[in-house]
């Protein structure tokens, strides 16, 4: 079955860059899709299809793949970020989510 | 204004059943790729089940043949039928609109089933 792999957890500095990697075989050719899960809240979508953000998510939020891995990047960290952070993609009829990247904002 | 209603959930006996039901409103469910999404306590988001517009349906391999996903379309309104429940089944269980190239949103607040004796 196919596996997404992401760092347990990263920290950033307030107002300072997050990059949040996810990995998986040949990922570059499949739908990357991220999403955003606060603590006792349901996740949110906050990038589709590598690159694209839903309506509502700030710009600060972006997305992008190469062969093996795809990034999440949040510009100008804020407190409010501090979250878990979910990759996803569609294999073989099934969805499969990487382990979750919890973001600590310092 | 889209909104998912979830509802159902609660504490359940080892090989017990439970239906979880999802609300719709704002989009047509029929129209959907409609999923289920669940999350252990501590532990990270699984995929459990998707319903395609036609009508076929998909499990993960950890609840095939135990839960079966469904919708009305007269009420718009998605369904989890859970037997044969185990203790590792606990979990939040979400419902979401899913879609291949547009991910899952929006997501139901999401609804605890606990299975223990």
């Known amino acids: 079955s196919y596996e997404l792999t992401q760092p347990l957890s990263v920290s950033v500095a307030l107002g300072q860059t997050a990059i949040i990697t996810c990995g998986g075989h040949?990922?570059?050719?499949?739908?990357v899709h991220w999403y955003q899960q606060r603590p006792g809240q349901a996740p949110v979508l906050v990038i589709y299809?590598?690159?694209s953000r839903p309506s509502g998510i700030p710009e600060r939020f972006s997305g992008s793949t190469s062969g093996v891995a795809a990034t999440l990047t949040i510009s100008r960290a804020q407190a409010g970020d501090e979250a878990d952070y979910y990759c996803q993609v569609w294999d073989s009829s099934t969805w499969v989510f990487g382990g979750g990247t919890k973001l600590t904002v310092l | 204004e889209v909104q998912v209603l979830q509802s159902g959930g609660g504490l359940v006996r080892p090989g017990g059943s439970l239906r979880l039901s999802c609300s719709v409103s704002g989009f047509i469910v029929s129209h959907s790729y409609m999923t289920w999404v669940r999350q252990a306590p501590g532990k990270g988001l699984e995929w459990v089940s998707v319903?395609?517009?036609?009508?076929?349906?998909h499990y993960a391999d950890s609840v095939k043949d135990r839960f079966t996903i469904s919708r009305d379309n007269s009420n718009n309104t998605l369904y989890l039928q859970m037997n044969s429940l185990r203790v590792e089944d606990t979990a939040v269980y979400y419902c979401?609109?899913?879609?291949?190239?547009?991910?899952?949103?929006?997501w139901g607040q999401g609804t605890l089933v606990t299975v223990s004796s």
């Open positions: 299809r590598d690159t």
């Open positions: 040949n990922i570059g050719s499949k739908n």
């Open positions: 979401a609109k899913g879609g291949l190239l547009t991910g899952f949103d929006p």
């Open positions: 319903i395609y517009t036609g009508g076929s349906t």
